[in-house]
């Protein structure tokens, strides 16, 4: 069935410091894939997405490009700022229509 | 836009007691969801709707829960009795019927407690 798996956290790094947040997934067909974050004592909003292969999604310096041949879609940031610390949800939608799938989710703190 | 509103965001309760946590999706939204959030479970889907219509179940976990959704606007998620295993945050989200891209929105959550 359709799953995902996305780094264990937490996930601590300084300010400016490169952020990768790896996720890889398992699904029929050809999954949308979503990455959502999660700021404390909020509800999960969309960060970015990419819907067919090779595409790439990108949003407020965040970036992850769907791979097919990997059945990934690695979140990065170049340079995170403490107010990035949030907890980082991987997702999918495969055949099922409406569900979307989720990880684990990988808590990051940035220190300043 | 109001986005999803959830109500209450805070519940104390006493082991035994009755809960019922309530949703109102964004308007024109056709899926509803509910999920809970635990640190050691992480985010799990209960169930879901669609056209007011339970689709998925089966991540409900146990007969204590139950959830309705009378109408396009409304949903409840209720607990009879609560246990304190049933403590966490429940979200409530909804989504358009659409393409693969389509987005969940999420609404604040329902922080429950059982004592």
């Known amino acids: 069935g359709d799953s995902v798996t996305q780094m264990e956290g937490p996930v601590t790094l300084s300010e400016e410091a490169f952020l990768t947040i790896n996720c890889t997934y398992t699904?029929?067909?050809?999954?949308?894939l979503f990455w959502y974050v999660q700021y404390p004592g909020e509800g999960l909003q969309l960060l970015l997405k990419?819907?067919?292969?090779?595409d790439k999604g990108s949003n407020k310096g965040f970036e992850a490009t769907y791979r097919k041949e990997t059945t990934s879609f690695h979140l990065e940031k170049g340079s995170v700022q403490v107010s990035d610390s949030a907890v980082y949800f991987c997702?999918?939608?495969?055949?099922?229509?409406?569900?979307?799938?989720f990880g684990r989710g990988t808590q990051l703190t940035v220190w300043p | 836009d109001a986005g999803v509103i959830q109500s209450p965001r805070h519940e104390v309760t006493e082991m035994g007691q009755e809960v019922t946590l309530r949703c109102k999706p964004i308007?024109?939204?056709?899926?509803l969801f509910w999920y809970r959030q635990t640190m050691m479970r992480g985010l799990e889907l209960l169930i879901y709707?669609?056209?007011?219509?339970?689709?998925?179940d089966s991540g409900m976990p146990e007969d204590r829960f139950s959830a309705k959704m009378p109408n396009a606007s409304f949903s409840t998620l209720k607990i009879q009795p609560s246990e304190p295993r049933d403590s966490a945050v429940y979200f409530c989200?909804?989504?358009?019927?659409?393409?693969?891209?389509?987005?969940?929105?999420f609404g604040p959550g329902t922080r429950l407690t059982v004592l």
């Open positions: 989200a909804s989504s358009l019927t659409g393409g693969g891209g389509i987005e969940q929105f």
């Open positions: 699904a029929t067909g050809y999954p949308s």
């Open positions: 990419a819907t067919k292969a090779d």
């Open positions: 997702a999918l939608r495969g055949s099922t229509l409406g569900r979307l799938y």
């Open positions: 308007s024109g939204h056709d899926y």
């Open positions: 709707f669609n056209n007011n219509v339970p689709i998925d």
